[in-house]
């Protein structure tokens, strides 16, 4: 907690005193809360106030989904739009999902024709996604299937009161002998791969968190495994915490050194 705040005030100190800087982030609305609860931080955000991104309207869905389909000669049945924006309409954060499901949609148009039938296959907005993730595990070997439970459950942030997130790994965390598997499951699309600028390593996170709060098998997977990822990311807190006091003495006797 300490650390958050240094680096919370360390932001506020650049944006308050430094010409020139221009500070652009993004903040989840169900956080919104726990970042009010600090008085500098919520102050600023008084002083310079948030752009809201509303959702989509109906209209607006429905051009997004029917006009790029129509730009390039495909026809979707009547009462699919409709069908698909009544799933998503109200519901935050289901534009991803959308992405995922009219992708997968794409790849079952039958005589340049989208179908309600073929909606309903692929599980819809809702289930596209899960569904898709069980069909790419259930094609792994045992050994692929244990090894993708150990990646997963290190990709998922446990919630202190609050829902379970994605997190972003580093290669060591989920095991260079793991990145094979990881790539393969990137390519599935149950994965997206970067990398950390700062430590020069390979970095992978869960695609949209629908996977945490829907898909059973890592649902299973955190309720057996909660204790033991709760500890080891305290343990991973207080490992960095070590790190940088033994860095800052290590510069302090370098400086007293010189100085003598």
Known sequence: EAERLLFLDTLLTAVNNLPGFTLVLTLRADFCGRVLEYQPFAQALQEYPPELLIPMNRQELQEAIALPAQQQGVSLESGLVERIVSDIHQQPGKLPLLEFALTQLWTKQHQSVLSLQAYTEIGGVEQALTNHAEQVYIQLDQVDRQRAKQILIQLVQPGEGTEDT?????????????????????????LVTGRDRIKDCGTVEIVHETLIRSWKELKLWMQQNRDFRSWQERLRMAMVQWKKRNDNEAYYEVSCSQKQ
Request: proline share 0%.
């Open 166 to 190: 994605r997190r972003i790994a580093t290669i060591t965390e989920v095991g260079e002998d793991n990145w094979d598997l990881v790539a393969k499951l990137a390519s599935a699309r149950l």
